[in-house]
């Protein structure tokens, strides 16, 4: 058994992930190697969801009776765990969205409808990257083309770096958003958060962080990135499905107008006008996702037992061995970097002249879960030459061995394909 530095306790932690003891294809145990895609969840979430269901269940913030008291109370304690994990001045400043990929269009929309200084029109700019999730593409091509703002972007190095070199360049007076990965879901690439917050701030630009490889892993703290809005999502974090979070500076949040209109985001309506009750709620129309929100609570609490720097400290040291061990196998290029430093636990990679997809497909047969595709990051594979990646990306359960056995089971697909 190989034994790194600053690893947690993973035969303890993994009792915790019913999930990690299932076995597929003739009694194999599962390798799971796909958390960028979504975590495991541990049993603590779990009952935190059946308790809510089978004691709690109730819509919130409307009723007097004893267990919507009880839900609503609930769900603004799952508010306020947010708020303290990720270091918010303000309960008040978090958003409950459905995932990162509504968090992004929220703010999108609401830039597009926002009145001076912050509207978004046909003579701003806005500023996005060659590495970014689709979820921070699309919103901002599609808000460019309803307001005529121009779009443009940083380029990649061939390690996979944000291309900075031209700065000043992209990031101009004009700028009136920067939006961002910190950490790639592709590539694991670490993004240089002070260089590029420091300069969109020279310019007056709003930031945005698209924090969902990033949330999971290390210690959080919007404080300290000086963003405006940073985003992230709860099925990487341990959390269910159906729960993700804006966080935004309150007199921002003050200032912009709604993205959805409905019950509960109101102070008064009439048949004539509307008035909007203060944030968070003016952005959480209709019945927002309560049993989710529970669930990311309890995800927060089981995260912060642990430690994020503790986790973190893990994550680093089972990256740098799977980028030593992948390294060894022959034909296989990782994209992005090359080294452990400054990348977060995400590795994809090519393997000779395999395709991605024939990879996944063997390497499933032996028990290892990995991602194939292009990983909602199209333009970074157009931008490498390649039609797609097989991705692993591990967790604060993840082990050497299974490190091990995905070196192992390389080696069985280049043998299987000769």
Same mark, same amino acid.
């Given at each position: 058994? +190989?034994? $790194?530095?600053?690893?947690?306790?993973?035969?303890?932690?993994?009792?915790?992930?019913?999930?990690?003891?299932?076995?597929?294809?003739?009694?194999?145990?599962?390798?799971?190697?796909?958390?960028?895609?979504?975590?495991?969840?541990?049993?603590?979430?779990?009952?935190?969801?059946?308790?809510? &269901?089978?004691?709690?269940?109730?819509?919130?913030?409307?009723?007097?009776?004893?267990?919507?008291?009880?839900?609503?109370? $609930?769900?603004?304690?799952?508010?306020?765990?947010?708020?303290?994990?990720?270091? *918010?001045?303000?309960?008040?400043?978090?958003?409950? +969205?459905?995932?990162?990929?509504?968090?992004?269009? $929220?703010?999108?929309?609401?830039?597009?409808? *926002?009145?001076?200084? &912050?509207?978004?029109?046909?003579?701003?700019?806005?500023?996005?990257?060659?590495?970014?999730?689709?979820?921070?593409?699309?919103?901002?091509?599609?808000?460019?083309?309803?307001?005529?703002?121009?779009?443009?972007?940083?380029?990649?190095?061939?390690?996979?770096?944000?291309?900075?070199?031209?700065?000043?360049?992209?990031? +101009?007076?004009? +700028?009136?958003?920067?939006?961002?990965?910190?950490?790639?879901?592709?590539?694991?690439?670490?993004?240089?958060?002070?260089?590029?917050?420091?300069?969109?701030?020279?310019?007056?630009?709003?930031?945005?962080? @698209?924090?969902?490889?990033?949330?999971?892993?290390?210690?959080?703290?919007? #404080?300290?990135?000086?963003? @405006?809005?940073?985003?992230?999502?709860?099925?990487?974090?341990?959390?269910?499905?159906?729960?993700?979070?804006?966080?935004?500076?309150?007199?921002?949040?003050?200032?912009? %107008? %709604?993205?959805?209109?409905?019950?509960?985001?109101?102070?008064?309506?009439?048949?004539?006008?509307?008035?909007?009750?203060?944030?968070?709620?003016?952005?959480?129309?209709?019945?927002?996702?309560?049993? #989710?929100?529970?669930?990311?609570?309890?995800?927060?609490?089981?995260?912060?037992?642990?430690?994020?720097?503790?986790?973190?400290?893990?994550?680093?040291?089972?990256?740098?061995?799977?980028?030593?061990?992948?390294?060894?196998?022959?034909?296989?290029?990782?994209?992005?970097?090359?080294? *452990?430093?400054?990348?977060?636990?995400?590795?994809?990679?090519?393997?000779?002249?395999?395709?991605?997809?024939?990879?996944? #497909?063997?390497?499933?047969?032996?028990?290892?879960?990995?991602?194939?595709?292009?990983?909602?990051?199209?333009?970074?594979?157009?931008? &490498?030459?390649?039609?797609?990646?097989?991705?692993?990306?591990?967790? $604060?359960?993840?082990?050497?061995?299974?490190?091990?056995?995905?070196?192992?089971?390389?080696?069985?697909?280049?043998?299987?394909?000769?």
């Amino acid at each position: 058994m +190989t034994i $790194l530095p600053g690893l947690l306790d993973t035969e303890a932690i993994r009792k915790d992930f019913p999930i990690l003891d299932r076995t597929v294809h003739d009694g194999k145990k599962i390798v799971y190697l796909d958390s960028a895609a979504t975590s495991q969840k541990p049993r603590q979430v779990l009952d935190a969801l059946n308790a809510y &269901y089978e004691r709690h269940n109730a819509n919130v913030h409307r009723g007097v009776y004893t267990i919507a008291e009880e839900a609503t109370a $609930l769900y603004e304690g799952a508010r306020d765990k947010v708020a303290a994990f990720i270091n *918010a001045p303000s309960r008040d400043e978090v958003i409950f +969205t459905k995932n990162a990929s509504e968090s992004l269009n $929220l703010v999108a929309n609401m830039l597009g409808w *926002a009145d001076e200084p &912050y509207r978004v029109d046909h003579d701003t700019e806005i500023v996005i990257t060659e590495m970014e999730h689709h979820s921070n593409i699309v919103p901002w091509q599609l808000l460019s083309q309803r307001t005529g703002a121009k779009l443009k972007w940083f380029g990649l190095t061939d390690d996979g770096r944000l291309d900075l070199s031209n700065i000043d360049e992209i990031i +101009t007076e004009k +700028t009136k958003v920067v939006s961002f990965v910190l950490v790639s879901n592709i590539m694991g690439t670490v993004n240089p958060v002070e260089t590029i917050v420091r300069r969109a701030q020279e310019v007056g630009a709003l930031v945005v962080i @698209d924090a969902s490889q990033a949330a999971p892993h290390m210690v959080l703290d919007v #404080q300290a990135l000086q963003a @405006d809005f940073v985003a992230f999502t709860g099925h990487k974090m341990c959390g269910p499905t159906g729960i993700g979070v804006l966080w935004g500076r309150q007199e921002l949040l003050e200032d912009l %107008p %709604p993205f959805l209109g409905g019950g509960e985001m109101i102070e008064t309506v009439s048949m004539h006008s509307s008035t909007y009750a203060p944030a968070p709620h003016k952005f959480e129309a209709g019945t927002p996702p309560i049993a #989710q929100a529970v669930g990311l609570g309890a995800a927060v609490d089981y995260l912060s037992s642990i430690g994020m720097e503790n986790i973190a400290r893990h994550e680093h040291a089972i990256t740098q061995y799977a980028v030593s061990r992948l390294q060894e196998v022959p034909d296989l290029r990782i994209i992005g970097p090359s080294t *452990a430093e400054d990348r977060g636990a995400t590795i994809s990679f090519t393997l000779g002249d395999i395709h991605p997809h024939d990879v996944g #497909q063997v390497l499933d047969e032996q028990g290892i879960a990995v991602r194939v595709g292009h990983h909602c990051a199209r333009p970074v594979c157009l931008r &490498y030459g390649i039609p797609a990646t097989t991705r692993a990306s591990f967790y $604060l359960y993840s082990t050497p061995g299974e490190v091990d056995a995905l070196v192992a089971g390389l080696e069985h697909v280049r043998n299987f394909f000769g």
